[in-house]
């Protein structure tokens, strides 16, 4: 199963040249997936082509009946919204719409336009189409991480249900209605962004290239953008959004809140059932308003490999952390101990929280941005995530 876009689609549909025979050989056998505005941009392809007298309106018409008859997996992409806001302006609207899907499948991206991969938005593996074949190129490494080998599939769903009965409604959008709001004290760990090389990039290297005021409920788009005077010199980041990374990014977090349970060896972890490169081996789900969950259990060390838990927690339920697919942070319910040990721990970066803090990209009520700000972010002035 590959996603394709609409350069690789209008050669191998519209292209009797050598160009066209190496994407058909590529595309057959093949599972092909793309976002629904993919028909409407080979159209426009084609239409171009005929314009400047690149192919006959016969030959067009003939690739306007095979595009039709084609079996191709059309997806609506306004459940990507969240993650393709994340990757403008980084990437183009329609670009970004791809990768997003890619991602959200886990699966490769074909395309023949190399410009995408260049721009530095990708975040998975991408094919691109060439006049001798596909050459694979990776970039970010975030997909085909599936769960960490270490943790074991769980039908006992029932462990979970003390912590869905007692979250804010998901609708309410806040950081009860991801981590229980019966916790002593709150934490919120910040995912970083990134520069060249991979590095690391914290949010308050972010600030201080922006001028923007670094605080406890900021939300990355409004704190990356320049205030009056700020945004000196290059920014100290590849421009989009930060992503929840692999746990290999998380064994500080791992360090820390092995000193505040009496259960290390016996932890329950949730992996949102969407993730394309998660399989399930097991029908049980743990079920909430807007989510469903699969269910695994392990010991905390076994947080060494594959993608990052959406919500975790030991037996003892002496701490529970929590985030969600569309988030660049996750929060962290526990004792005033833990949480103030994660606050002073050097390795993460990490604010205060409480359980109504909200979650929507707009709720900054500090750094406030204008209309044609958010738009530069392709976000509208007010919304939830």
């Not at 009965?165 to 990134?194: C, K, M, N, Q, W």
Request: glycine share 10%; hydrophobic share 45%; net charge negative.
């Amino acid at each position: 199963m590959i996603v394709i876009d609409a350069s690789v689609i209008a050669t191998a549909l519209g292209d009797d040249g050598p160009d066209g025979r190496v994407a058909r050989d590529r595309l057959r056998g093949e599972t092909l997936v793309a976002p629904a505005l993919l028909d409407g941009e080979v159209l426009a392809v084609w239409g171009r082509q005929v314009a400047a007298g690149e192919m006959d309106e016969a030959r067009a018409a003939a690739a306007r009946d095979d595009l039709a008859a084609l079996a191709l997996v059309r997806v609506d992409e306004r459940p990507l919204a969240a993650r393709c806001r994340r990757l403008v302006p980084v990437l183009t609207a329609s670009e970004a719409r791809y990768v997003a899907l890619a991602d959200a499948l886990g699966i490769p991206l074909v395309t023949a336009d190399e410009s995408t991969v260049d721009k530095g938005g990708v975040l998975g593996p991408v094919e691109i189409m060439g006049p001798t074949g596909a050459r694979v190129v990776w970039v970010g490494g975030r997909l085909g991480l599936g769960v960490s080998p270490r943790l074991q599939p769980s039908a006992e769903t029932s462990v979970v249900d003390w912590l869905v009965s007692s979250l804010h409604p998901f609708r309410r959008a806040t950081a009860g209605s991801l981590v229980p709001p019966i916790f002593e004290a709150y934490a919120r760990i910040l995912y970083p962004a990134r520069g060249a090389g991979d590095r690391v990039v914290r949010w308050s290297e972010v600030a201080a290239w922006s001028g923007r005021v670094y605080h406890p409920r900021m939300q990355f788009e409004a704190l990356a953008t320049p205030a009056p005077g700020g945004g000196q010199g290059p920014k100290p980041w590849d421009g989009h959004t930060p992503w929840p990374r692999s746990v290999a990014e998380m064994p500080a977090l791992a360090r820390v809140l092995r000193g505040h349970t009496t259960t290390p060896d016996r932890v329950w972890y949730c992996v949102w059932e969407g993730y394309g490169d998660v399989v399930p081996q097991s029908t049980a789900r743990v079920r909430r308003e807007a989510r469903d969950y699969l269910l695994y259990s392990g010991a905390l060390a076994a947080l060494d490999g594959g993608r990052t838990p959406d919500c975790w927690f030991p037996e003892d339920r002496a701490w529970c952390v929590a985030g969600d697919v569309d988030l660049c942070w996750c929060y962290v319910g526990g004792s005033r101990a833990c949480v103030d040990a994660l606050l002073a721990c050097p390795d993460l970066e990490s604010v205060p929280a409480e359980p109504d803090d909200r979650l929507s990209y707009d709720s900054d009520g500090i750094n406030l941005l204008t209309p044609q700000e958010w738009a530069a972010w392709n976000l509208p002035p007010s919304g939830t995530v």
